[in-house]
Structure formats: C-alpha cells, structure tokens
C-alpha cells in the first residue's frame, strides 16, 4: 500500500463528529480524545523538521485530519471551561494553517490564550495541543496533544505565596499523551511551540510524576546495587508515588525561580548562550542546591518550632515534613540518574552529578567502601551547601571578571574536585592564541567528554543502564 492509500485509510478510521465531553476526570477514556490523538499521530507521520507539510501530495488527507482534530477539540472543550479561549483560538489556529496550505505553522494566538499558571488548583485540567518539539524528546517540531493535570497542594500554595514566589511555575502530572513524550521529556515550555514571534513567556511547566516515577525505580535499583541503607524517610518515597511527586514539585519551584535570582554574572537565561558546558552544570547544579538549602534551612526553622512547642499549621507541618525528602531526592536524583544518564557528549547534568559524589566524597561524608555506599547523614547537609557556596562565591566574584576569566575559573573549580580527560587542552593550560582570542575558540577546545566518568560511575553505568532505559516514557502509574 502506498503512503497516501495509507493516510486515507487512516484518515476514513479517524474522522467523525465525537459526542461532546463534559468531565474532564475522564476526558482520556471519551471518543474525542481518541480521535484527537490518533489524528494528531497520523499528521505527525506527514510533517518535516519545522512542522510543515510540504509535499502537496499529503494535503488532502492533511486536511481531514486537521478537520478531526478539531473536532475533537470542539467535543472536549466543555470538560475544560477555563481553557475556553485556549481552545478556541486553536481551533482557529489550525484552520488557519490549513489555508494557508500546510506552512511552517503559526500557534502564536493560541499559545498567548493559553495561561495554566492561572489555574493552579490541585487536580485542574488541561488540554494541551500545538505543533511543539519536546525537550529531551524530539527537536522536530510535530504536534502533540495532551491531557494534564495540575499538581498544587495547599502546602505548596502556602510556600509560593510566602518567601519562594514564581507565578510562572506549574506543576503537572501527565494523563495521556501523543508521542513526543513518550521520551525522556518531562517540561511543558511556551518556547518549544511554532510560532510567527517570540512573545514574553509567562509560564513554565514541570510534570513531576514522571520525575518522581524515574526517581523511585532508578534510586530504588541504584540503593540496591550500591548495598546503600536509605533512611527511613528515603525508603517511604520508593513506595508512594504521590509523596514523592510533592517532594520534587517543593524542589522544582525553589529550582525554578533561582536561576533568575542571586548575584549573577551572567543572563539569566544562559542556554541562549554559546559557552562550555560546564558553565551549564555549574548554573543548573548552583539551582539545585539552592533548593537543597533552603530545605535545609525551612527544615531547621520549622523543626525548632516545633521541638520548642510552637504549633505548626497544616502547611508548615507538611512543610517540615517535606523538606528533608527534597534533601535525599536532590543527592540521589544527581548522583544515581543525572550522572549516568544521556551521552557523554556535553552532558551538563550528567557533570553536575559527578561533580555533588566527588565533593562529597572529598570530604568524608560519602563513602564507596567494601563495594558498599554510605552517608554520614548528619554531616551531609553542611557539606551539600558549602558546595553551593562554592558556586555563589564563583558567582559573585565573576560579575567583575571578563566572561573567558569567568569561564576559566568556572574549570578551576570543576578539576579541583573532577578529573579532566589526560586529552584536555583546558587542563593543560589553553595556548596564548586561544586566551588571547575570540570566545568561540575557548568552547572550541572544551572536549565532548571533558570530564569522564569515574571508575565508580563507570561501574555503576554498566549496571544500572537497563533501570534508565527503562524509565523513557515513564508515567507516575507505571509501579
């Protein structure tokens, strides 16, 4: 059968007028959303790289398709009220697309209607469909469609509203999806969406069920491998999917908001850059330990509170509860999935990883011995943060330093703990002609793998890279 016979027979099984859907606590099982997503797989089959479908061929049945998706979208809209503009422009969306023949598509309109941040109420849900690429997933710009749900307790609401504010943060659990998140993708970002102009984003996305399925097999494996007795406060998240979800939603959103606050040497929004990758490990780690500190540091507050005999509201007693899960969840996230996951081509999470074992490691409150790994937990919080520090003293010092001085301090405090690669140029001191040049030069001559694995990463990779290739795809139902 040819690809177009293909297409129509698909399209003659997907098209229909759906009955209309009201609740969107079972959107997903409802005919509507079936259409929807089956049109959605099949017209991803039919666009290139940057979301267009450019062989005329395709576009007959291109436009039965659309014709399905919206459709679908029209039956589910009631289940979704607070979404109605949303969805609205993007039916518009879509049928512009359609006739202006299948370019490079335009989902502007209905991404500035689009405002989950808006509705963070537990259990709220969304119907998401644009033409996107999905991070750590796939970079063609092809469309999705999903059904979440926020995730937003009322002690999370009582720490956004209190000293860790981010009205851009949105907490989501997915409940279906098309295939670009069948990946390793766990973001839902406004600037991953085809679109004419780049507007001022107003939100951003965490889906912290998947984050907190992967943390729960991968960690699981991980103690197991590595003979490590968790603490009983880090066993319980292995067995409770929703515990730990709210563990990683208190990180993501002190995470979230830091990368734009502290004495920063830099844009904030460094990605756009073009620098060493280790610049990227030390920014994203330096967020990451803040959240670890500020756990620590809400932690010892609420804990003297409440030893002193000061009643704790409901909020704060979840809190406290909380904020040592975070503690365990940034340290075995890091150095048990972050550090072996991914290549080792430019892997800045995976060097951040690296990076928490070595320091700690280094100083006595990490140990790897009789093939055996443990913690001196009482020494474990001052020493996370004394890394941290490290890294705002770098910070701050470098707001008076030129960027390629800020970048060769950035590698000094890397190889104080890390070993480079025997190959590197940086480690051997950077020829005059590269110092005295052009920044390109200087990332030029940063290795792929400037920071290997370590023998006990390497050991441990062998091992554990079944348990990560597992977790592609993964969703908070899949224990």
């Known amino acids: 059968m040819s ?47 940057d979301g267009s479908i450019p062989d005329a061929a395709h576009h007959a049945a291109a436009r039965d398709l659309v014709a399905a998706i919206t459709a679908g979208i029209r039956a589910l809209s009631p289940a979704f009220p607070h979404d109605a503009e949303y969805l609205a422009a993007s039916v518009a969306d879509f049928d512009r697309w359609v006739a202006e023949g299948f370019g490079v598509p335009d989902f502007l309109d209905s991404l500035l209607a689009f405002q989950p ?34 995730i937003w307790p009322e002690f999370i609401a009582a720490l956004e509203a209190g000293d860790y504010g981010n009205k851009l943060f949105v907490s989501l ?37 998947r984050e907190a399925a992967r943390y729960r097999r991968v960690t699981r494996a991980a103690a197991e ?19 730990t979800e709210r563990a990683f939603v208190m990180w993501d959103i002190i995470h979230d908001r830091t990368h734009m606050r502290g004495d920063l040497p830099f844009d904030p929004f460094m990605i756009k850059q073009r620098m060493p990758f280790f610049l990227y490990s030390l920014e994203e780690l330096r967020c990451d ?67 928490l074992f070595a320091w700690l490691h280094q100083r006595g409150v990490l140990h790897w011995t ?12 001052d020493a996370v943060v004394a890394l941290g520090d490290a890294i705002d003293e770098l910070y701050w010092r470098s707001i008076d330093r030129p960027k390629t001085a800020h970048w060769l301090a950035a590698y000094d405090l890397v190889r104080s703990v890390l ?51 597992s977790t592609v795809g993964i969703r908070g139902t899949d224990h």
Do not use: C
């Open 3 to 49: 690809i177009i016979s293909a297409h129509s027979t698909a399209v003659q099984a997907i098209v229909g007028e759906p009955e209309v859907v009201e609740d969107a606590s079972i959107a997903e099982q409802s005919a509507a959303w079936a259409q929807l997503k089956d049109a959605a797989i099949a017209i991803r089959e039919m666009q290139i790289k």
């Open 117 to 150: 941040q808006q509705h963070r109420v537990d259990g709220t849900r969304h119907l998401v469909v644009f033409p996107m690429y999905t991070q750590n997933g796939s970079s063609d710009r092809l469309v999705e469609a999903l059904i979440v749900e926020t």
């Open 173 to 209: 659990r997915l409940v279906d999806f098309t295939p670009g998140y069948d990946t390793n993708s766990a973001v839902l970002f406004p600037e991953t969406v085809a679109m004419r102009e780049i507007p001022s984003f107003t939100w951003g996305a965490i889906f912290q069920d």
């Open 225 to 243: 491998i590595t003979k490590l007795d968790l603490p009983e406060r880090a066993a319980a998240m292995l067995d409770d999917q929703a515990l």
């Open 289 to 355: 330990l803040t959240a670890f500190r500020e756990s620590v540091k809400i932690e010892r507050t609420l804990g003297a509170r409440s030893e002193a005999g000061d009643a704790l509201t409901a909020s704060e007693q979840e809190m406290l509860e909380h904020a040592g899960l975070v503690q365990y969840a940034v340290i075995f996230d890091r150095i048990f999935r972050f550090a072996i996951t991914g290549s080792r081509v430019r892997n800045y999470d995976g060097l951040g990883g690296q990076l």
């Open 370 to 381: 009789d093939t055996a790994l443990a913690f001196d937990w009482a020494a474990v919080p």
């Open 419 to 469: 070993t480079p690669n025997p190959a590197s140029r940086w480690a051997r001191g950077l020829p005059d002609e590269i110092l005295a040049g052009a920044p390109k030069g200087y990332t030029d001559a940063v290795l792929d793998d400037e920071f290997p694995l370590s023998m006990f990463f390497e050991a441990l990779d062998k091992k554990m890279k079944p348990v990560i290739e």
